[in-house]
T-cell receptor, first 115, second 112 residues
Framework: GAGVSQTPSNKVTEKGKYVELRCDPISGHTALYWYRQSLGQGPEFLIY????????DSGLPNDRFFAVRPEGSVSTLKIQRTERGDSAVYLC?????????????FGPGTRLTVL | AQSVTQLDSQVPVFEEAPVELRCNYS??????LFWYVQYPNQGLQLLLK??????LVKGINGFEAEFNKSQTSFHLRKPSVHISDTAEYFC??????????FGPGTRLSVLP
């Protein structure tokens, strides 16, 4: 079956621009997670959705970052006024339920480069 | 707060040799423990996880890990590695608050 998909796979933008990154979770998965992986580091938690609502957004670094999941499936991570430090691979994961012991399935990521 | 330490950033090993990738964590509450593998240009894939019960956990591709509560460790081992095991390996912990905390990763390079 289809896994988690993310689009685009690569995004190059200029400092100050706005970007949107999309995540399509596995069908039927109620929980969705966003992570950021900087070069040479492990993924860093950003935000967790249970259904349509953000259950935990404590990992968002500042108010330039925002994410939505209006219908409880596809999610969009939005970054305003991008900075060079935002360059990273943005990973999305989904799980059937949101419990801590439920396996998360990861997408291939979107590589964001801010020039 | 939780944290995960992977002491070895890179581990080179010859094919068919055994390997151990080290992971230590700190947490004030009980946690679940995971190992993920990331092949080049691919998403993270779950290797194995410890939730409860037996402290020796077996995963895919011949990997296993042992949870040691007193040493707060969850080291990953494989008795005989293959070229195809070359990848980045991440140890992670989760608590009842749902969020993963990942270690910085260990790059395993299997040499012919």
């Amino acid at each position: 079956g289809a896994g988690v998909s993310q689009t685009p796979s690569n995004k190059v933008t200029e400092k100050g621009k706005y970007v949107e990154l999309r995540c399509d979770p596995i069908s039927g998965h109620t929980a969705l997670y966003w992570y950021r992986q900087s070069l040479g580091q492990g993924p860093e938690f950003l935000i967790y959705f249970q259904g349509t609502g953000a259950a935990d957004d404590s990992g968002l670094p500042n108010d330039r970052f925002f994410a939505v999941r209006p219908e409880g499936s596809v999610s969009t991570l939005k970054i305003q006024r991008t900075e060079r430090g935002d360059s990273a691979v943005y990973l999305c994961a989904s799980s059937f339920l949101g419990g801590a012991n439920n396996e998360q399935f990861f997408g291939p990521g979107t590589r964001l480069t801010v020039l | 707060a939780q944290s995960v330490t992977q002491l070895d950033s890179q581990v080179p090993v010859f094919e068919e040799a055994p390997v151990e990738l080290r992971c230590n964590y700190s947490s004030s509450v009980s946690v679940y423990l995971f190992w993920y593998v990331q092949y080049p240009n691919q998403g993270l894939q779950l290797l194995l996880k410890y939730l409860s019960g037996s402290t020796l956990v077996k995963g895919i591709n011949g990997f296993e890990a042992e949870f040691n509560k007193s040493q707060t460790s969850f080291h990953l081992r494989k008795p005989s590695v293959h070229i195809s095991d070359t990848a980045e390996y991440f140890c992670a912990v989760r608590n009842y608050g749902q969020n993963f905390v990942f270690g910085p990763g260990t790059r395993l390079s299997v040499l012919p």
